[in-house]
């Protein structure tokens, strides 16, 4: 069974690393509102350092909520808000709804930026369709290797 002492040094624990966590989001979040600028650019080149670098913080922040996960763990406690309330206290109860109001920003640009690329992808995917149907050449290869007959025609920007 947990002492109290147990339990508080459990506590401290986790509120460093909620505050650690909260630090790689904000990060997180620069890197989401560059990808939105370029995103809304046409020169999608920069993306692919993003992305290394994206992948890299999305790692860090991987294994915080591992170690995260291990803390509630061992201090007995659920992992979902409830139960992470109750243990953090009313006296930190503000480093807890820091950090959830900073995920949410992070989950919201995310969800944002993922519209953004399946509009573009979309357009592009409609715009191949169009020179295909308009071009000389019998037929294409799809995704899965296989050869095909010109896709069907279809106006550009249709829906």
């Not at 509630?72 to 009313?90: C, H, M, N, P, Y």
């Not at 690329?117 to 295909?132: D, P, S, V, W």
């Amino acid at each position: 069974m947990n002492t109290a002492n147990d339990l508080g040094a459990l506590r401290q624990r986790l509120l460093a690393l909620l505050g650690a966590e909260r630090e790689l989001v904000k990060k997180f979040i620069e890197l989401l509102n560059e990808e939105r600028e370029i995103l809304l650019q046409p020169d999608m080149e920069p993306l692919f350092g993003l992305a290394e670098r994206k992948g890299q913080l999305a790692r860090q922040l991987d294994q915080l909520a591992t170690v995260r996960s291990g803390i509630l763990t061992q201090a007995r406690v659920t992992a979902d808000r409830e139960g992470i309330e109750q243990f953090v206290g009313k006296a930190h109860l503000a480093t807890w709804q820091d950090f959830l109001a900073v995920v949410t920003q992070a989950r919201d640009l995310n969800v944002a930026n993922g519209r953004i690329i399946t509009e573009r992808l979309k357009h592009n995917h409609q715009a191949l369709a169009f020179l295909m149907a308009h071009a000389d050449q019998p037929a294409t290869y799809g995704p899965d290797g296989v050869s095909r007959m010109r896709p069907g025609s279809r106006i550009l920007g249709s829906v």
